[in-house]
């Protein structure tokens, strides 16, 4: 709906955005020095000269937002939708969206020789942990950046679910685990695949699991090592120059591999705010939120310990269904209502990522256009 605003010559609108996109349009139009209601409007004027089909954007849990535009925009962008047989709320992201593309982050954030580093965590399982590291390094891939996928979980789901194989438990081969405590005969990089997607042009590259991962605490408890939380970072320091973007699919677990992950994506002397640090996927039930205080608490007494600067880069809520009830929605309504962490984006529980690991293959390769395909792409670029 519109109202009548206060500006001359604008009209008040008043619609809806995701809660992330929202954000990102805020933190943006700081950035670049310009007011929102300009960006959305410039953002809408972008959307609605475009041709040909306009990718869709993920909507759910989209929040009220408001903004003052030139009379008459809003009767424009309601014929584009009705035209293109889309909700305001759709075409209003996709103009925001095209909006935030046209103006990327500031690269003065990422001016630095270190990779970024994502680790996704948390240790109750079936969280979509591995949904979310691949999507993001997928999406990463996509725009060009060279991405190590790192499968930290012994269960393998990640390697799997890729069409890929894992490395097998044999005194005669190398895996993570042996190179982290110094028992390996080679190189770590004689461990890695090249996803061969054209896709993704060759830039995404996986470290597959290994089961011997389910006894990395104690070989790490057992190992001569003087301190054992750097022991990931020890292993992936030498493959850094050669990568943009560094994912850690990690393992459900609050041990000794897990304090070596929070380690690796602690925010290094020189590196910008916001860029490396801790993904947590959660669902909309009250075990979610108790698992995350946890880890939270796993991750401030690490961060305490040894003086570490760990960053929260946000919360995704997967597999989100809202016909699941009140449950469902009021713990939704929880982790939209925590600002920090912030929440990256709502899942739904849809279908085609449940396709695509069925198929071996990445979920953006697979359906590239699809949903959740979308919302990867968003994850990333809010962490970026």
Not at 58 to 70: D, I
Not at 99 to 115: F, G, N, V
Not at 119 to 146: L, P
Request: proline share 7%.
């Amino acid at each position: 709906m519109s109202t009548q605003g206060t500006p001359v010559d604008r009209e008040k609108v008043v619609s809806k955005l995701p809660a992330s996109m929202r954000q990102d349009l805020k933190v943006r139009a700081a950035m670049v020095g310009c007011d929102i209601q300009d960006a959305v409007l410039e953002g809408l004027n972008i959307w609605m000269a475009a041709d040909g089909p306009r990718s869709p954007v993920p909507t759910t849990g989209s929040v009220p937002f408001a903004t003052f535009l030139p009379q008459g925009t809003w009767d424009q962008v309601r014929a584009v939708c009705g035209a293109s047989g889309i909700t305001l709320v759709q075409g209003l992201a996709q103009a925001v969206r095209a909006w935030l593309l046209a103006h990327p982050a500031d690269s003065a954030r990422a001016a630095t020789d270190i990779p970024q580093r994502k680790v996704v965590c948390n240790q109750k399982g079936g969280v979509g942990k591995t949904a979310v590291s691949a999507g993001i390094a997928q999406a990463y891939a996509e725009q060009g950046k060279r991405v190590l996928l790192v499968d930290y979980d012994p269960q393998g789901h990640l390697t799997d679910q890729l069409g890929l194989e894992p490395i097998p438990v044999d005194k005669d081969r190398d895996s993570l685990a042996k190179h982290m405590v110094n028992t390996n005969d080679g190189p770590i990089s004689d461990l890695l695949v090249t996803m061969p997607q054209t896709h993704f042009g060759g830039r995404l590259v996986v470290l597959p699991a290994s089961q011997d991962g389910f006894l990395l605490d104690t070989m790490l408890a057992l190992s001569k090592l003087r301190t054992k939380e750097p022991a990931l970072e020890r292993v992936l320091r030498p493959l850094e120059p050669d990568f943009d973007v560094v994912v850690i699919d990690c393992p459900p677990s609050l041990g000794t591999s897990m304090d070596a992950a929070l380690y690796y994506g602690r925010r290094r002397d020189g590196e910008a705010v916001g860029v490396s640090g801790v993904v947590v996927p959660v669902q909309a039930e009250d075990s979610s939120a108790t698992a995350f205080t946890m880890l939270s608490e796993q991750i401030e007494s690490l961060a305490e310990d040894l003086a570490l600067d760990l960053e929260y880069l946000g919360i995704v809520v997967n597999l989100y269904e809202s016909r699941r009830g009140f449950v469902a929605t009021s713990s939704l309504d929880q982790w939209e209502r925590m600002e920090d962490p912030p929440l990256l984006a709502v899942i739904g529980d849809l279908k085609e990522q449940r396709e695509a690991a069925r198929a071996k293959q990445p979920l953006l390769s697979y359906a590239p256009d699809s949903e959740q395909a979308e919302t990867m792409r968003t994850i990333a670029r809010r962490i970026s």
